[in-house]
């Protein structure tokens, strides 16, 4: 599983002296996402994410965070197009808050909000959402991206409360998959982990009873269904090689370079959009 915090390139805290005159054009280009195959997501997202992804574990022995599976191989993104689209109805929390993050240095204590630079809809002509007014007070933006933040910290403390429930009871598992795409290609997904049914089944009533009471079961289930989107990503992998061999046999094809010279000239009147 790649590194999730690889979308920020360069975080720096939000500050008026610096960022006075910033703004933020946010839109619908996903493409600071299309080298990573899975970003975290909240227990609180699950419902939304189960339909559309699959769901599963990744960390290590000190913590476990739940990811969204985005791609079979690593630095692949099958969920966002070459135009930086994003095919999914639910857009998972962590891409949703990009660019802003929240940083801490003294174990969450105190989280300083921080931006991404980096990112192309940061500005300082106007374009998109000030970060601060003319009187260099904080925005209603602003403080709506505070809000999501601290939210969006508040689901993750809570997540991590649900993983550590999974590891004391040792319900997960090193998981791997295989998958044969479309041209024939095989590919392995591994470094993630999975809730074992079997042991699952095998918990006394009284901790399933505990479980369900905090609906921690449902959450047990609906990662366990996700898991069928296994399927759906390679798929998606299949059909974006197949599109784009396709695509290059084109740009090949004597009718292509015919219209292509063609073209080359230009057109006689009109506009250029």
């Known amino acids: 599983m790649t590194t999730q915090l690889l979308i920020y390139q360069r975080a720096v805290p939000v500050s008026k002296q610096r960022h006075g005159n910033w703004s933020v054009k946010a839109g619908s280009d996903y493409a600071f996402t ?41 630095r692949e993104n099958r969920y966002v197009t070459e135009a930086g689209g994003w095919q999914a109805k639910y857009l998972p929390a962590f891409v949703r808050r990009y660019p802003f993050v929240f940083s801490s240095s003294d174990d969450g204590a105190n989280f300083t909000l921080c931006i991404d630079e980096e990112f ?22 602003l403080r709506s991206v505070l809000e999501f933040l ?13 993983c550590r429930k999974l590891k004391e009871l040792e319900l997960l598992e090193p998981m791997q998959a295989k998958f044969t795409l479309g041209s024939g290609e095989r590919a392995l997904l591994a470094g993630f982990m999975a809730v074992n049914r079997d042991r699952l089944k095998g918990l006394s009533g009284e901790k399933l009873a505990e479980l369900a009471k905090t609906d921690e079961l449902e959450l ?41 010279q063609q073209g080359a000239a230009g057109p006689a009147g009109g506009n250029i959009h």
């Open 34 to 74: 299309q080298h990573v195959n899975s970003v975290p997501l909240t227990a609180v997202e699950f419902p939304s994410a189960a339909p559309e992804y699959a769901i599963v574990f990744a960390g290590t022995e000190e913590a476990v965070m739940p990811v969204v599976i985005l791609g079979v191989r690593e």
């Open 120 to 141: 192309a809809g940061c500005n300082q002509e106007g374009r998109g959402e000030r970060l601060f007014d003319v009187d260099g007070e904080q925005t209603q933006y």
């Open 150 to 162: 601290k939210s969006y910290q508040v689901q993750f403390q809570r997540t991590q409360a649900f």
């Open 220 to 260: 047990i289930y609906q990662h366990l269904q996700s898991l069928r989107n296994l399927s759906v990503v390679a798929q998606k992998t299949a059909q974006q090689a197949t599109e784009s061999e396709t695509a290059q046999r084109e740009s090949k094809s004597p009718a292509a370079e015919e219209e292509s």
